[in-house]
């Protein structure tokens, strides 16, 4: 157990309240690099840890109340003996509790535990490169709101990418919080410091006609068959390459209506989320080819040395150009324009929005926010039906009689 230190100034309430009321606190050293703070207000003072960085600076952090008026109850309201124990677990912890965490083990310990639960890291690599190196190195428990929006607000990005990058960091400290409720207590830093940027979302995703889907798929097979047939599957069902490495040969089935893909969900939005397969319905041509070159074990598409494909962009993202190339097509058109071009297939083919949903693994608020306009031009057509024309005539309804003889 480390040795409580002395402070004839501040180990006891009736020394503290001699004290000259300020704002600067009074600082005394508990340890090499950490001073535990009282500050002397007009009502109960309040205690603070500062901590050198070894850089050359050093951060300060308010974490109690003293029990200048009230008894300490050991959490909220600490006395001179608690708060020293205190800001040395704060600074740099005890043989107890362990180190407190910082942002980029917070980081790290976020990426493990993607990997470990088949999630993907996402923009973690981007969050560590756009970190300054004294906020990485700071305790997570210590973070306020000021500076993660000073952060945030300092990313030359644009407003869709800072909030793609803003919302791996919120998870990575969400998960060091729940590792560590009872020191890390300031969730509220990273709620409202990172609180994403409104009217963010600008969707500029690469819609294909079915003739440039088409095109697409034929280059495919040309420069590799098992890369086609990769490629076929995406175009039809819409999956993304994290479902598609998932199918196994069992999902190739027939229900009486027609072939289908019991097609596994994604790990999209939550890395702890159930992996559940849905039916998506797909041509007899299609069966045929992923019959013929499903093997008897799983995985159903491998590439064409049977080993099989991986959910990284790096595995399909050059080939794919390649298509993309030979099809004659511009560079920016991406693997994802096939996932896109679906859903935008089915919208204009009057599918509800529930139904596409469902089986392009993603919600209808968020086919409406990416695909609005699509969903807008379907609705013109669909209500110019029914419009109603004044410069047309209307129809005649008066019958003319003949009169009775």
Known sequence: MARRLRSPTLETR??????????????????PGISLGYRRNLG??????????GKGSA?????????????????SVLDFWQAQIRARQLARGSVDTGKPISIDE?????????????????????VRHHLPPALAAKP???????ELRHWRDGLDMKPATVNRTTRQLKAALNLAQRLDPTRITNAHAWKVGLASLRDAHTARNAILSDEQVRALIAAAYAIDPAFGLYVETAATTGARPSQLVKLEVGDLQHNGDGPRLMMPSSRKGHAGKAIVRKPVPIPASLAVRL????ASTDPLLTKSDGRPWSATSADHRRPFEAVVARAGLKPSVTFY???????????LSNTPLRIIADAHDTSTRQIEITYSAFISHHADAVLRKGLLDTAQPAADNVVTLTRGR
């Open 291 to 294: 019959k013929k070159a499903g």
């Open 44 to 53: 109960p003072g309040s205690w603070l840890v500062r901590c050198a960085d």
């Open 337 to 347: 324009a096939l996932r896109h071009s679906s859903i935008v297939r089915q919208i």
């Open 106 to 126: 917070a980081l790290d310990a976020y990426a493990a535990d993607l990997k470990a639960r088949d999630g993907l890291a996402g923009n973690v690599s981007r």
């Open 140 to 146: 997570v428990s210590l973070l306020t709101a000021q």
């Open 14 to 31: 009736t020394a503290r309240l001699r004290l000259k009321v300020r704002r600067k606190p009074y600082f005394v050293s508990v340890a």
């Open 59 to 75: 951060w300060t952090k308010g974490f109690a109340i003293a029990d200048d008026f009230e008894d300490a109850n050991g959490e």
